[in-house]
């Protein structure tokens, strides 16, 4: 082989060697690069992932805190409207006992209770009040019960109430504490205890 051969043949060798060299370079950076962008990849999804996992967390609990604060609020509502229709119930009782006071079973009402009161007393001393918007019915009552009554200072919304002291025991049969009583107790069917 002459030396222009050799040279050629060596430059034909170097080249195919620089060449496969320069492949395998090339290659081995193409994996690497490959790797780092699947594992660039596989952190953007996780990262994505975790986002997307906080953010719906957060809206959930959003929307549970939105929902904690209407029903809330509809409770609240929902109680001032019964506090509101339990006083005009009560108003209207009122009127109605007002009106009751005004009839004929009124007298009898009071008369009766008069005379339980002596019955549970048993001739121990004692003393029956009578409102004072009903004093006007005092002497008929005495007279139809046998008894003395006192017109009390306070005013009870009608009924009557008696105290034997001997015992401390108060009979109450006034409506101003049965409507008291009531009121406290009053409950919407269905509902909470409003007021």
């Known amino acids: 082989m002459t030396l222009e051969e050799k040279i050629s043949h ?19 950076y193409r994996a690497a690069l490959e790797k780092v962008f699947e594992d660039h990849k596989r952190e953007a999804m996780h990262q994505s992932e975790t986002r997307v996992r906080a953010e719906s967390t ?4 959003q929307r549970n805190q939105a ?9 609240r509502e929902m109680g001032r409207v019964q506090q509101e229709l339990k006083d005009k119930v009560f108003a209207e009782a009122a ?17 009766n209770c008069i005379r339980s009161a002596l ?12 409102n004072p918007s009903d004093e006007g019915k005092k002497e008929e009552l005495e007279r139809r019960t046998g008894t003395r009554l006192t017109v009390s200072a306070e005013d009870f919304t009608g009924g009557m ?13 006034s409506f101003k504490t049965s409507l ?3 009121y406290d107790q009053f409950i919407f069917p269905g509902g909470d205890e409003v007021g």
Do not use: C
Not at 58 to 61: F, G, H, V, Y
Not at 165 to 171: C, D, Q, Y
């Open 119 to 130: 019955d549970y007393a048993k001739w121990e001393e004692m003393t029956i009040y009578i």
């Open 95 to 111: 009127e109605l006992v007002q009106a009751f006071m005004r009839t004929p079973d009124y007298d009898a009402f009071l008369e």
């Open 10 to 28: 060596i430059q034909t060798v170097s080249m195919e060697a620089a060449r496969a060299e320069g492949n395998e370079i090339i290659r081995s």
């Open 58 to 61: 957060n809206a959930r609990l």
């Open 180 to 182: 008291a009583n009531e």
């Open 161 to 173: 109430r008696a105290v034997i002291r001997g015992r401390n025991v108060l009979i109450d049969h």
């Open 67 to 75: 929902m904690a604060k209407a029903q809330l609020d509809l409770k």
